[in-house]
Each structure stands twice: as structure tokens, then as C-alpha cells.
């Protein structure tokens, strides 16, 4: 490494090694750019590290840890179930390692330089990277800045003993006994219900009149009507107001309607969204980059900034924080530095929580596609008549199209069952490609699968569903 004042000579700068940032250097890299990426943490960022990935392994331990427990219901009784969660945590630790260790071999492979370090932007196209042990310089043609976020931390509740964010509550030694849930949104959810099933009393307490705000309130009620009858206590309409800790408990004060509440548990998990990464000493000010009030870096639908060789994508710029987002918007950054005509197109950003029931959505809602002006067709189908959810004795749920009663085209949809996650996608693909309702119904889909129920819901849309009735 040069060390002083001598520049290194790079194509393209990529701050910020999550999946924004590492696709980025990948798909710069593929189309001949000399690509360096330089992040302070481990490869993967928050995603693959603290977010995405751990929390999906524990939650998938939580889910087989409740089947097995309920496994009487359908004639198999496996005695006690015993939880190590030291060993819970082994395995999360395990899938971590090998994403971003595969992460890390594929920059690799592609010939992109990683520095764990620090990036401090010198001018326009100078940057210094930094860290204990070296602080070279680089001469920059382009720059695709890829920070992601942090956890929000309130004014009332700073992180730190009993006071914990999404990151430490990955990280737990053992399962509490229990513990309090600051926000309804999808991060409090997913995790407040993994540790419900674990065994861990979890109360939640949100701002607004529903959880999962940003779903259907059909959708979110489902999910609530789970949560409760795993004992899960869910407070609505709720102010948070302060909190006391101990070196054993944490006790949070909060206002429902006119009346005052305490409520004492193991740990305070605070989870109210999340803040971009743009202050901090990356020296943003310095190159004079335009953000709003929000500290969000405002973008073209290139992804390029204020500065034409200087792109940001993910979480630092409007719109939801989801890695698939800031991967999308990634390889649109990378082609766009190299020439090509890629253009962001946000109409099928699926948006995805790994909630039991899951819950799913793409395109318009009902709602909002009546906004735009559409005459809309809706087309439902629930799981509880579909043969494969009944074998596997998950029955709660249903797809639901939203498509253009006048051409047929599909909208949006929205889906709330097992394994929403992975059946949105040909929802998704139906959008992307202009795809009616029809198309869908006149594919040929695997019986029993659960992937027939998007089918019988475009059945549904054109009037003629086989395996529901419709009164004339």
C-alpha cells in the first residue's frame, strides 16, 4: 500500500460492504472496472452480520422448536422439548460465517480489493482509507456510497445494559423470561414473536392504531390474533414515555389513551426504524453532496447524486430499508457508471416479514390502486381450502390479487400465510412482465402446492374459480 500523499488510481470507489455495496463492486467489477470496497465492519454488513440473516436462522429455530412442541396435534408426540439456545446460537453463527465467507470469496474471485478500514473523502474525486495500521489515498474516476443504517436510538431509551437494539437481541445468551417490545413494525414483530416461541413473556408496545404498519389492516390483524394466542400482550396507541434499569430488570412507563402503565421485564427491545449513515466522519459535507432534512442522500433514478459520479444507493436514500432494494439499486448504480441504460423501477419492491402467519406484498394495494385511478378486480383465495396447507396443517391466510378489471393486468397483491415469502415472487414476476390475471390462471402450476393458490385467486378475478363458490 502507498502510504502519504502518493494517490492510488481506482475505477470505482464503493463505500460500504453490505449487499448494496458488495453487489455494487461485483457487478462494477464484471463490467471491467477496477473496483476497491472499503468498509469498517465485516463483509455482508448489517444484513448477512446483525439483521436479514441471524434473525431469519433463530426464527426458523423458534418455528421447528413450536412444531415439534405441537407435533401431538397430528399424532406425533415427541415427549419434552428441551431448547440449548447456546447451541441455537452456534447454528446462527454458522450460517452467518458461511454467507460471508461466501461473500468475501466471490470479491475475490471477481478481482475487487477489500480495505476494512475507514473512508474520508478528500475532494470530489479523493478519498483517504484508513486504519490503524495504514491510511492510503485514492484518485477516484466514480464512487457508489453504500453505508446502510443503524438502529434509531431514543432520546428516553439509549442503548446499554437492559436497553438493548435488534443488533444485541441476535445476540443473547440465553432466552429471558421476558421482555418488552418498543414498536410493532416488522423488526419488533419478527423478533418478539421468535423469542415468544421460545418461551419468553413479550409485550408490545406501538404507537399507531395497528401493527405492521404498511400492510393490510387484514393482514396485520391475522398476525395479531397469532400473537395473542401465543400469550404475546400487544398495546396499541401506546406512548412510550421513560425507562429505569437495573442490572437485572428494566421497567418501562407508558401512556395508553389517558392512562399510565408500567410494565418490568428482563430486557427493552427498541425497535422504531432506522437511520441513514450519512454523518458521521465520512466528510459528506466536505464534497457539499444535496441531502434532505432526514439526513437521506437525494438521487436520480440512477442512483447518482447531486456530484454525477458519485452514486448512493440503500438504505442512505429515500424509500424502504430492504436489502433486495439496495442490491437492485446496486447493479443499476454499477451499470450506469459503465454506460448502459438502467433505470430504478420501484413498482416491484416486494416488502416481506417473516411474521408466523408471514405476510407478503408487491405492487398497489386495493386501496392504492383505486387512488391511480384503476377499476379495480379483486381476486382471493384463502389457505384453508387449499389441500397442500392443510397437509402441512397451516391453514390461516390467503392470496389476494389486485388486477385492472378492464384489461386484466395485475396491480399488486398482498399475502398472508406459510410461506408468503417465497410465493410473492411470481406475483412480482407477473407485474414486471405486464402478466394478466389469465396468464396466471392458465399457467400450470404442481398439485398439491401451495403455489396453486395464486392461481385460484386469479380464477377468482375472472369469475371462474373451480375449488370456491361464487354466488352469481
Not at 463492486?25 to 477496477?34: H, S
Not at 422448536?65 to 447456546?86: L, M, N, P, Q, R
Not at 404442481?446 to 377468482?460: D, K, Q, R, S, Y
Amino acid at each position: 500500500m502507498v502510504v502519504g500523499d502518493a494517490s492510488l488510481d481506482i475505477d470505482t470507489l464503493v463505500i460500504g460492504a453490505g449487499p448494496g455495496g458488495y453487489t455494487a463492486a461485483i457487478r462494477a467489477a464484471q463490467l471491467g472496472q477496477k473496483v476497491l470496497v472499503v468498509d469498517k465492519e465485516k463483509v455482508g454488513g448489517v444484513c448477512l452480520n446483525v439483521g436479514c440473516i441471524p434473525s431469519k436462522a433463530l426464527i426458523s429455530a423458534a418455528h421447528q422448536y413450536e412444531s415439534i412442541s405441537h407435533a401431538s396435534e397430528i399424532g406425533i408426540d415427541a415427549g419434552k422439548v428441551k431448547v440449548d439456545f447456546s447451541k441455537v446460537q452456534d447454528f446462527k453463527n454458522g450460517v452467518v460465517k458461511k454467507l460471508t465467507g461466501g461473500v468475501a470469496s466471490l470479491l475475490k474471485a471477481n478481482k475487487v480489493d477489500f480495505f476494512n478500514g475507514e473512508v474520508m473523502f478528500i475532494n470530489e474525486n479523493e478519498a483517504r482509507v484508513f486504519n490503524d495500521q495504514e491510511s492510503p489515498r485514492y484518485r477516484f474516476k466514480n464512487c457508489i456510497i453504500a453505508t446502510g443504517s443503524r438502529p434509531i436510538e431514543l432520546k428516553p431509551f439509549p442503548f446499554g445494559g437492559r436497553i438493548i437494539s435488534s443488533t444485541e437481541a441476535l445476540s443473547l445468551p440465553e432466552v429471558p423470561k421476558s421482555m418488552i417490545v418498543v414498536g410493532g413494525g416488522y423488526i419488533g414483530i419478527e423478533l418478539g414473536q421468535m423469542y415468544s416461541k421460545f418461551g419468553t413473556k413479550v409485550t408490545v408496545v406501538e404507537g399507531l392504531d395497528s401493527i405492521l404498519p404498511g400492510f393490510d389492516a387484514e393482514m396485520s390483524k391475522l398476525v395479531e390474533k397469532k400473537l395473542k394466542g401465543q400469550g404475546v400482550e400487544i398495546f396499541t396507541g401506546a406512548k412510550a414515555n421513560s425507562a429505569e434499569q437495573s442490572d437485572k430488570d428494566v421497567t418501562l412507563s407508558f401512556t395508553v389513551g389517558d392512562e399510565e402503565k408500567q410494565l418490568t421485564a428482563d430486557y427493552l427491545l427498541v425497535t422504531v426504524g432506522r437511520r441513514p449513515n450519512t454523518d458521521g466522519e465520512l466528510g459528506l459535507d466536505l464534497i457539499d453532496i444535496k441531502m434532505n432534512e432526514r439526513g437521506f442522500i437525494e438521487v436520480d433514478d440512477q442512483g447518482r447524486t447531486s456530484i454525477p459520479h458519485i452514486y448512493a444507493i440503500g438504505d442512505i436514500v429515500a424509500g424502504p430499508a430492504l436489502a433486495h432494494k439496495s442490491s437492485y439499486e446496486a447493479k443499476v448504480a454499477a451499470e450506469s457508471i459503465a454506460g448502459l441504460p438502467s433505470k430504478i423501477d420501484y413498482k416491484c419492491i416486494p416488502l416481506v416479514v417473516f411474521s408466523d402467519p408471514e405476510c407478503a406484498s408487491v405492487g398497489y394495494s386495493e386501496n392504492e390502486a383505486k387512488e391511480k385511478g384503476h377499476n379495480v378486480k379483486i381476486g382471493r383465495f384463502p389457505f384453508n381450502i387449499n389441500g397442500r396447507a392443510l397437509s402441512l396443517n397451516a391453514t390461516e391466510g390467503y392470496v389476494k390479487i389486485v388486477s385492472d378489471a378492464d384489461n386484466g393486468l395485475v396491480l399488486g397483491a398482498q399475502i398472508v400465510g406459510l410461506e408468503a415469502s417465497n410465493l410473492i415472487a411470481e406475483l412480482g414476476l407477473a407485474i414486471e412482465m405486464g402478466a394478466t390475471v389469465e396468464d396466471i390462471a392458465l399457467t400450470i402450476h404442481a398439485h398439491p402446492t401451495l403455489g396453486e393458490i395464486p392461481m385460484e385467486a386469479a380464477e377468482v378475478a375472472l369469475g371462474h374459480p373451480i375449488h370456491t363458490f361464487i354466488k352469481k
